[in-house]
């Protein structure tokens, strides 16, 4: 509840239900529920970062390479 208190919209907007719920007296699972669906809406905030990962992932992918270089390149 507390981490409720300090979102801002569109997060507040997005997290609404959490705060219904415990107005009610429902339970609103675990904290890490609650980071996940932050993180499932918000997503990757490191761009970059994100697509060096997946450009290391397909480096070693060799495989892919050798059965479908057009997907590989894309």
């Not at 569109?10 to 239900?17: G, H, N």
């Not at 499932?40 to 450009?55: L, M, S, T, V």
């Amino acid at each position: 509840m507390c981490a409720l208190t300090h979102l801002c919209a569109p997060a507040s907007t997005y997290m609404k239900v959490y705060y219904d719920k415990v107005q009610v007296g429902q339970s609103i699972r675990s904290w890490g529920d609650f980071f996940q669906e932050l993180k499932n809406i918000y997503g990757q905030r490191d761009d970059k970062k994100e697509a060096k990962k997946e450009q290391t992932v397909l480096w070693v992918n060799k495989d892919l390479t050798r059965k479908n270089f057009v997907k590989y390149t894309e």
